[in-house]
């Protein structure tokens, strides 16, 4: 049952999938710990933090200056059960909108040379924290 049901989740967020097995085969020399839970591969890397389908790639830091509930890895857990959720939407509904958050927060340090307080607030990341402070089991 759990590989059927693996199966239909990586076709399911085919997209991001792809994407994921792509960015661990480009990172892969650099993680610092790896683990394999509810359905989801976790990578902790340097320097970058994101979720792609299955592939969770966490660090310790929070650049963003902001909540992450209560941790980076439970964050972007939520990321992944938002991409059950939206399967092949995943990477438009909330990969867009995430992109450019992040985006925006980097520009913003640029310019006022201080963090941005408010990107963990904001759709989908205040989302992504209530999911993963919900579903993530240690």
Do not use: C
Request: net charge positive; no cysteine.
């Amino acid at each position: 049952m759990t590989l059927l049901l693996s199966t239909l989740f990586f076709i399911w967020e085919l997209p991001q999938n792809l994407a994921g097995l792509v960015t661990m085969l480009l990172v892969r020399k650099q993680f610092s710990a790896k683990e394999k839970r509810q359905m989801r591969r976790f990578y902790q890397v340097p320097g970058f933090s994101a979720t792609l389908g299955s592939y969770v790639f966490w660090s310790t830091s929070t650049p963003m200056n902001g909540s992450a509930s209560p941790t980076v890895k439970h964050h972007e857990f939520g990321h992944s059960v938002q991409s059950r959720i939206l399967g092949p939407f995943f990477l438009i509904v909330v990969g867009i909108p995430s992109v450019s958050r992040n985006l925006y927060g980097r520009y913003y340090y640029k310019k006022h040379k201080k963090l941005w307080g408010n990107y963990f607030s904001g759709y989908p990341e205040k989302w992504a924290d209530n999911l993963g402070l919900r579903f993530y089991k240690d």
